[in-house]
Nanobody, 121 residues
């Protein structure tokens, strides 16, 4: 069984910072691409940032220059450093990963349950 668990959400004032963590546990051979998504009330889920195993990253225009995604392959951890937070960043943030459980298996996609980030003005 594979699980993704997010942590680090909370309430912060505008201009503040939070660091989200995503821990992957279970039988995992390799984690390929990992992305952070968010879903605000009444809105569709959207991708915020993504990182592949080699380290290349991509960001939504709305968070470029403010958010940084990183990973620790040895620990099966992915992080999202969020700076200069704005009220419009308020959402539930989800971790999503493409990973392989065994060397011979194909990749599967997994979601965490999310962590709430609230930014007050």
């Amino acid at each position: 069984q594979v699980q993704l668990e997010e942590s680090g959400g909370g309430l912060v004032q505008a201009g503040g910072s939070l660091r989200l963590s995503c821990a992957a546990s279970g039988s995992i051979f390799s984690i390929d691409a990992v992305a952070w998504y968010r879903q605000a009330p009444g809105k569709q889920r959207e991708v915020v940032a993504a990182i592949i195993r080699g380290g290349n990253t991509n960001y939504a225009d709305s968070v470029k220059g403010r958010f940084t995604i990183s990973r620790d392959n040895a620990k099966n951890m992915v992080y999202l450093q969020m700076n200069s937070l704005k009220p419009e960043d308020t959402a539930v943030y989800y971790c999503n990963a493409d990973l392989r459980r065994y060397s011979w298996s194909s990749g599967l996609n997994y979601w965490g349950k999310g962590t709430l980030v609230s930014v007050s003005s």
